[in-house]
């Protein structure tokens, strides 16, 4: 089994994956982050697909089939994002249909989206937590796989929210990827 993790920010939870023994076969950044190196730490081939355009201008399947020839040639069977900031276009969920995991940090469907911690905040929710799921084209859909909440407390801020989520993740991202890992070895679909 070989996993492709994409990763944009402090790579945590790459570290946790990491950390677990995942067979993690290539980390792909899509920008300048310390998940590059956290990856580089651990012995890991890092491919830099760095994005340029930022706006309208992008590119978004020209840079997705990069991506794919990415990971096709490190051989993925399964694809985990671990805070990548790319949304990605309908090439890679047709070559990896079913086959994309992701962790979001909150409970979804609420609170979608790049901003989902301070939302959860500025809503005034008193519980919110953590998700992964399938990724597919639209953007924190997909399969739920597992979920835990996380209570907010009345000091919170975005960072300490976030932390306390991050936790989390760090703790139920691995082990649903090694219950996606047990399936996909029994020919059975992720779920
Ligand atoms: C996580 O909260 C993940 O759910 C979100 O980005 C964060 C990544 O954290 N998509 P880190 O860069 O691994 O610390």
């Known amino acids: 089994m070989r996993i492709a993790a994409l990763a944009s920010g402090t790579g945590s939870i790459l570290d946790a994956l990491v950390a677990e023994h995942l067979p993690i076969a290539v980390v792909v950044v899509d920008r300048t982050c310390n998940a590059a ?4 730490r ?5 491919e830099r697909l760095v994005r340029t355009e930022f706006g309208p ?3 978004r399947d020209a840079y997705t089939a990069e991506l794919v020839d990415i990971l096709v040639r490190h051989g993925a069977d399964l694809v985990v ?3 990548f900031g790319t949304v990605l276009g309908k090439a890679v969920h047709d070559a990896f249909d079913g086959r994309i995991l992701n962790t979001h940090p909150a409970l979804l469907p ?12 500025a ?10 799921h399938v990724a597919t084209l639209a953007v ?3 399969e739920i796989l597992a979920q835990e909440a996380v209570d907010v407390l009345p000091d919170d801020t975005v960072t300490s929210l976030h932390e306390r ?18 399936q996909l070895e029994n020919g059975e679909r992720i779920s």
């Open 57 to 59: 201008s992008f590119d």
């Open 81 to 83: 994002m671990a805070g």
């Open 140 to 142: 924190d859909e997909g």
């Open 42 to 46: 651990a012995g890991i081939p890092v």
């Open 123 to 132: 809503a005034g929710v008193k519980v919110t937590g953590c998700t992964v």
């Open 37 to 40: 190196v956290v990856a580089e």
């Open 110 to 121: 609420a609170f979608k989206g790049w901003h989902a911690v301070e939302e959860a905040l």
């Open 165 to 182: 989520i991050k936790a989390v993740e760090r703790r139920i991202y691995p082990e649903a990827i090694r219950h996606a890992i047990a």
